[in-house]
């Protein structure tokens, strides 16, 4: 890992001035530890050497009061500016994780885990805490103090000044052998913890299943074990940080030891004066303090160095590329032997599908699971790229049109339609945030919603938990389609909306249904061709004329 990642500076813009606020108060900092140095010298040499009394030595101690002062305020101004950035860049970092995660789409975020992510942008984002505020500031004074320090001895006492040259690159060698092994550590810990969360997301989110089944209990042996394999990690991890401590203590004192010796000696034979003495032993151990503590802090920040290493593979994903160009005035959809394979399959996701949909047509698409019927509405979607064929629109090629025009024509309702932790007239307006009231409650009121929604205690402001917590399945389906109602867009994509409903529910969205694709383009994905909505001509919905592409080819 390097000292600092060149990516964070091309991420996150507020390091660059974080960056430079730390080096200059690293100067402001080295100038006032030198300072401090030459009182004290100044003090002792007076009282002690001339016998001057408290009155005489009245400035130099004023000073040295000024001083301590000053540092002082510089560290609280460095630990003021590293706050401010870390702040800056979490949230930086956090919008730009999910805005490229946004980019790259569902077909990206499916092979993703959950729990991961959530780790990744809320703990892994945090750990930056200590990267910014311990490690930076200290690697900061690391550059610049003892480069000072070293400077104003070598004016003193060449001979100090070299035993401190020759013995201090030792530390940052040191530092350098037990952060290759403290950084393999703390990668395993983390992904460790990566996993931890994501098991642990995936079984609380399957409890009730887990509960029917019997399941639950073993699932809990399976998080202890991954728990346990996480503490003995990161009790590893803090062993290696406390022996590199020990090191690096040890190293440090032994170099001050021997100037401290060398001073001494040439002291008692009165080769050296007792002032220029003080100054050098005193800036000595300043001149190892911060390397010694770069060392330290880089443990504290580990873990976010390697949260931050998975956060930049994200970032450096790159999304699908589109096109510019408006969306031509005639939604004519055109399929023309479209194949998609994904990674780890030997047979295609779907496979060679040709399918034309005029503009105001319905057509549904039937088949057995696994066909490739929701992977065509992902590629129409523009989140999948086929690998052959082509998809056209008013007879231009969608990888040509700007992928965000494209989809402001589509209202897309998914199988499983996600709401989120929120007001239902939230959950509808993500349709069209600037819809008034009035608008949502239309929407509701054509999506069959209006009943059940009248019925809770807030009404359209009725809070629901995450992923719509409380409602039936047929319920957040009509609250899928009140969004697509309140959408209001030419062209509509169905997936499944009337999978696994009981006979009432369905026939409510059924009709719910045929209203929303009157006058619209509408391609829909049905479970079973029985279905109202998957019947043969005049079965479509509403009162264009429908088809049902029925077989392994999701085509005509």
């Known amino acids: 890992m390097k000292p600092i990642d060149p990516r964070l500076l091309r991420y996150a813009r507020a390091t660059r001035f974080f960056l430079a606020a730390v080096v200059a108060l690293g100067l402001v900092g080295a100038a006032l530890v030198i300072a401090q140095a030459m009182l004290v010298a100044e003090v002792v040499v007076g009282g ?14 004023l000073l040295l009061a000024a001083v301590a002062l000053g540092r002082a305020g510089v560290a609280w101004l460095t630990e003021l500016a590293a706050y401010r950035a870390s702040a800056a860049v979490k949230s930086e970092l956090r919008g730009r994780l999910m805005e490229r995660a946004s980019e790259l789409g569902p077909d990206w975020l499916s092979g993703q885990r959950t729990g991961s992510l959530i780790a990744l942008a809320t703990r892994g984002v945090d750990a930056l805490d200590d990267y910014f505020s311990r490690y930076l500031p200290q690697l900061g004074l690391a550059v610049v103090v003892p480069v000072a320090v070293l400077a104003r001895i070598v004016t003193e006492d060449w001979v100090s000044a070299a035993i401190i040259v020759v013995t201090l690159p030792l530390i940052p060698l040191f530092m350098i052998l037990i952060g290759w092994a403290t950084q393999s550590r703390m990668d395993r810990q983390w992904k460790l913890l990566s996993r931890l969360s994501g098991h642990f997301l995936d079984v609380v989110a399957g409890l009730p299943t887990l509960k029917v089944f019997g399941r639950a ?10 728990t346990s394999q996480y503490r003995q990690a990161t009790l590893k991890t803090l062993r290696i940080a406390f022996l590199s401590s020990f090191a690096l203590e040890l190293l440090a004192t032994l170099s001050v030891a021997l100037v ?8 008692v034979h009165g080769e050296l004066d007792l002032y220029t003495g003080l100054v050098v032993l005193i800036l000595a151990p300043e001149a190892y303090l911060p390397i010694r503590q770069v060392g330290a802090q880089y443990h504290a920040a580990a873990e976010g160095l390697s949260a931050a290493e998975e956060i930049f593979a994200v970032l450096e994903t790159e999304p699908v590329a589109g096109g510019s160009q408006d969306v031509p005035q005639q939604l004519r959809l055109e399929l023309d032997s479209v194949a998609v394979r994904h990674r780890g399959r030997t047979a ?5 599908a040709s399918l034309v949909v005029e503009p105001g047509e319905t057509v549904a698409l039937t088949g057995p699971s696994g066909v490739g019927k929701s992977t065509l509405l992902s590629v129409v979607l523009g989140f999948t790229v086929p690998d052959e064929g082509r998809v056209r629109v008013g007879g231009t090629d969608l990888s040509a049109l700007s992928p965000e025009r494209w989809r402001e024509q589509i209202a897309w309702v998914p199988q499983r339609p996600h709401l989120f932790a929120g007001t239902i007239a939230d959950n509808v307006r993500l349709a069209r945030p600037d819809a008034d009231d009035a608008a949502v409650m239309a929407a509701l009121r054509e999506a069959g919603a209006n009943d059940f929604v009248a019925a809770l205690p807030d009404g359209a402001g009725t809070q629901l938990g995450e992923d719509g917590a409380g409602l039936s399945a047929g319920q957040r389906q009509r609250l899928a389609l009140a969004r697509a109602f309140l959408a209001d867009r030419p062209l509509l994509l169905l997936d ?12 409510g969205i059924v009709d719910a249904v045929r209203r929303l694709a009157e006058g619209r383009t509408v391609l829909l994905v049905v479970h079973r061709p029985g279905t109202p909505l998957g019947r043969g001509p005049g079965g479509g919905a509403g ?14």
């Open 260 to 267: 401290a010796v060398t001073i001494g000696m040439r002291l």
């Open 217 to 226: 209990k073993a699932q809990a042996e399976s998080i202890r074990s991954i």
């Open 348 to 352: 295609p996701s779907l496979d060679a």
């Open 496 to 507: 499944e909306p009337t999978a696994s409903l009981d006979g009432e529910s369905e026939a």
């Open 48 to 61: 002690f050497e001339d016998g001057l009394s408290v009155a005489g030595l009245r400035t130099p101690l």
């Open 543 to 556: 009162a264009a004329p429908g088809r049902a592409a029925r077989g392994e080819d999701p085509g005509r």
